[in-house]
């Protein structure tokens, strides 16, 4: 299994790599490459958030926690007085970083149900709407974004995969085909709620034909020519 810094490193590689080959194209603008490679990082490292002890779990409810927590100032801004307000939030903000993520640890299993490409598929459509219907961004901005997301997500899938050979003695290890799988095997009733709610998003999510149109138009010729492009966007994004 790779660990956490070869993940981010990976997935970094990875998106910087696709993103200087859409910039090239014309898809996406220079400027606007860092965010887009930092979405496939994120993506590198949303698999493992099922693994209590891990850095993506605890920064993703810290960040769940910051996020319920403002979504609660602004719901209760009004009603309260100032004091009460200031403990509504901490108290929600809390409740979604302990509790919750306690809840969600022992309801889980590592690499369960969240370490497959039906997991990687479900995080990618949440975040095209939300990224388009709660944040203004466009279709194509918000389908690029989820793109990204899903392909530093399998950038981790295949990289666990592959530790999982042991090359010095050309054997399989135990963990091999537990890491790239469609959806969660030991979990039918787990992978059938998730595959339910990536049906629900996909009727929900904004059409995808800016998508297309864009892709349609890219220069793939002048896409190919990467090696100055790739350093810019790899530097750009690591600022
Ligand atoms: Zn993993």
Redesign the pocket.
């Known amino acids: ?2 660990n956490f810094k070869t ?1 981010v490193g990976a997935a970094l590689g990875v998106s910087a790599f696709s993103v200087a080959i859409a910039v090239n194209g014309g898809l996406i603008e220079l400027a606007q490459s860092h965010w887009y490679v930092s979405m496939g990082v994120v993506g590198g490292m949303l ?2 958030i099922d693994a209590a002890k891990s850095r993506p779990f605890k920064h993703l409810f810290m960040g769940l926690a910051i996020w319920a927590g403002s979504l609660a100032w602004y719901a209760l801004e009004n009603s309260l007085s100032e004091k009460s307000l200031l403990l509504a939030v901490f108290a929600v903000a809390g409740f979604v970083r302990y509790p919750l993520a306690y809840l969600f640890q022992k309801m889980t299993v590592h ?1 369960g149900v969240f ?1 497959s490409l039906l997991a990687g598929i479900f995080f990618s459509l949440s975040l095209v709407c939300i990224w388009h219907y709660l944040l203004g961004a466009s279709r194509l901005d918000a389908w690029l974004s989820g793109i990204f997301l899903l392909l530093g997500f399998v950038v ?2 295949c990289l ?1 995969e592959l530790f999982s050979v042991d090359l010095a003695n050309g054997r399989m290890k135990k963990s091999f085909g537990t ?1 790239l799988k469609l959806y969660g095997y030991q979990n039918v009733s787990g992978s059938v709620l998730l595959l339910s709610l990536v049906a629900g998003l996909l009727i929900l999510a904004p059409s995808a034909a800016p998508l297309y149109k864009a892709l349609s138009l890219v220069d793939w010729i002048n896409a190919a020519e990467l090696v100055p492009r790739f350093s810019h966007v790899l530097s750009a994004s690591l600022g």
């Open positions: 299994m790779a993940h698999p493992d690499r370490h981790h899938l666990d890491a």
